[in-house]
DNA sequence: TCTTGCTCTGAAACGCGTTTCATAAACTAA
DNA sequence: TTAGTTTATGAAACGCGTTTCAGAGCAAGA
């Protein structure tokens, strides 16, 4: 296999010369650089990717931690992050964690390793303070609000959001509300909860530990959370679902089972992901694609740390 | 950032010493082993990976490529394969092409560019002498008959499951026997189209291109199969399905609408994917996980290449 | 006692592209 | 014409771990 040595040979230049051409620099007289070329031509030369990435200290790698490729939201993030990798020719290193720990320290390690140029986590399962300890190996970028910090991040404001869609349903009318969530614990549920509990002390609702699901992540998960409401005496009239798959999912039973939405149940979802729009279901849009691309440019952007605030715009259809 | 030079002169050893206590070595005595280790601790010492790939001209890197990562044959082999590669200490690069060509050529390019070491394909859109140009630059493993080359692979027999899977309804007493595919295009869709062919010509049957369905990949896509059979003056009495995920979809529309499986529409799936179990789909049993390790293995495989015949296994349930 | 064969260690070569520095030539502005 | 740029090019240093080769020391077997 040739390397860059035999190339300079045979077009009677310097390596230095070679690599000047492979890296498009500006400073290389037209004969020379026609002469390298034809030498490359000939030689089937390959750059060695190995070497350069030792020669420059970073792989154009950058690792994508998400606990399921497979969901939606994360596969709406992962597209975005994906376009802008294309578009700076850099290529991913996805880790599907599955919420397991040993598969985010795997990434971590590589970060570490210097094997990824930098870390997006889109969702984490390692305490905080287990991230901080591999800041000083590269990049980490992350989906939550790190104000204060010198992590980059882009983040919806999950507390204001929550609380501007509780709102939006008590002026509709509605108070008996409930509401879905993907994982009990995570910083996201955190701050949702949160914002459930200062809505109703607000509006003095009380609180019914009926009207609040966990684990709902897919589709199929809102036929559990119908099931559940279909069984109680008094059930919510409102949910407010994290997940337009979930509300999807609800919404299809429903159907089935010949329930009004939103008169016997009123449906708010979250993403606005394409199945939304096609079930016309009433959401609060998370331009997820645009947030993939942030990440990813926060990713690489040297120096400087930022943190970005996304906002949610409430889509009105016909769920509510 | 201290580098092996640092550590060995800390140590009072060479290099040498010090790589071998990295590589685990067996001749290093113990004295110097504690002394390189103490002396790696004190630097705070990190190998640099890229330096490593470098000399050993490999990353531990492969490659997969699926066309999605979000679909349940899919995550089956990749959890397979990721199950092997943790196992042997590498790590995987996921390519998820959507079926688009470029995606696929990325991943041969991180292939010529020994970016990764190898290659799996799970599932490919290219031509195979396209595939074949870049065999030269390292292993490439896919899941279709490549008897009689030097190309490793893992496959089922299609032709024959499919075929098998037909008489399994013939003896059922089924003639108007339909089947649910997914691309209309890929070498596995034209072993399966085939083998129906000839079962009919077996069995003197008439053809019905009504009675084929193509684009069925997910669980919701069942629902628009069963849309067209209830719109049929002569619908299908038996549909091989070739994924659960759209036999579940079949099964649970048939469930809505009070049709009963499989009096009035009986319902063969492949895979046997976890949701078979749970809704009692006969199906043809795909070791998908096992076929992913043998994948992995075959990967990494030294200088031999290897082709392997994976059988599937009918396992009666209660939709035929 | 002399081989033979381990065990242990270090020097040096190797993998290979990038980048800095020095230098020379060509060009521009004063 | 002189000073100051800009263009063009090569030598050499740099990033860093692995591996081969040669040799020393020591033990077991002949």
Redesign the pocket.
Known sequence: ?A???DVAQMA?????????V??HH????E??KAAVLRAMEQANYN??IN??H????QTNLIGVVVPFSNHPYFGLLIEGIANEALRQNYKLVLFQTNYETDRELEALAMLKDKQIDALIICSRISPWHLIEEYLSYGPIVVCENTRGTNVSSTFVDHYGSFFQALEYLHSKGYRKIGYCLGREMGANSDLRRTAYQDFLQKYKLAFNPNFVFYNCFNFEDGEHVLNRITEMESPPAALLISSDQVAAGILTCCKVRDMAVPDQLALLGFDNQPIAKIMNITTLEIPLVEIGRKLFAQAIEEGISSQEEIAVKLIERQTV
Do not use: F
């Open positions: 296999m390397n860059i040595k009677g230049v310097s390596v230095a010369t070679v690599s000047r492979l890296n500006p400073y290389v007289s004969d020379k750059r060695n070497a350069v030792l020669s420059k200290g």
